[in-house]
């Protein structure tokens, strides 16, 4: 009985050395693939090391690396954070890894400049580089992507501000033509009103030109009516009168019938 349990302890030994070899090796293999520029499957390497123990921060660190490579920033940050957490982790290491998710920050803001997410990808570049000097103060490169960041920062802060100055700028000035376009739609439909008007005054004033001459025309007709009847009236008086006098024989006078 003794010897059995002696045995299956040993087994127990030998299996977990083997397994220890095993993250190990893979850790190991994925070096040298990252050595090779090979980092997709040095990723493949460091996620088996990993299956095989999910605590082994060499691993988690060096798989950030890998996705560093292929710009996947986002999970590489995830690595690193937990490569900083690790509680084996020594205070250079942990600075390390936090000076790396700083660089993918980084990396993230450059990508979206000119979007609201640069400002934030560029304030967690700032915080993790600060976390690092805090972790240890020893790395002058921390320090330099420290500086670099929060001069990124502000420049994206200024550029973006000044960007929403100029759309509300441009809104202002669209706001502005669209009220003097309907000033000067007002002006032109007064003018046309106006126009329109004076058309009007213009037509009623030959109207009335033509009524007047039409009534000068009258009025001449009438006048002329009048000259014709009173000449024809004076002619015939005048016969009248012609017929109404007293010749007067030659030589002799008027007698008188009384």
Not at 25 to 52: H, I, M, V, W
Not at 69 to 77: L, T
Not at 167 to 187: V, Y
Request: proline share 1%.
């Amino acid at each position: 009985m003794k010897k059995t349990i002696y045995l299956l302890a040993m087994l127990m030994i030998v299996c977990g050395a083997m397994q220890a070899q095993d993250y190990r090796r893979s850790a190991r293999k994925g070096n040298s693939l990252y050595k090779e520029k090979k980092y997709t499957d040095a990723e493949t390497a460091y996620r088996r090391s990993l299956a095989q123990d999910s605590t082994f921060y060499k691993a988690q660190y060096n798989l950030g690396n890998a996705l560093y490579k292929q710009k996947k920033y986002d999970m590489a940050k995830k690595y690193y954070a937990k490569a900083a957490e690790a509680p084996e982790t020594s205070a250079k290491e942990k600075s390390a890894a936090l000076h790396n998710m700083g660089n993918c920050a980084m990396q993230e803001g450059l990508e979206k400049r000119g979007t609201p997410d640069a400002i934030k990808s560029y304030q967690e570049a700032v915080d993790a580089y600060k976390n690092s000097l805090k972790a240890s103060d020893k790395n002058d490169n921390t320090k330099y992507n420290l500086a670099m960041a929060q001069q990124l920062l502000r420049q994206e802060q200024q550029q973006q501000q000044q960007n929403q100055n100029q759309q509300n700028q441009d809104k202002q000035n669209q706001q502005q033509n669209k009220q003097n376009q309907n000033k000067d739609q007002n002006k032109d439909h007064n003018k046309d009103q106006q126009n329109k008007q004076d058309q009007n005054k213009d037509q009623q004033n030959k109207d009335k030109q033509k009524q007047q001459q039409g009534q000068d025309k009258q009025e001449q007709k009438k006048k002329a009516d009048a000259e014709r009847m009173l000449e024809a009236l004076k002619n015939k008086e005048q016969k009248t009168l012609d017929k109404q006098k007293v010749k007067i024989p030659a030589g002799g006078r008027v007698e008188k019938d009384w």
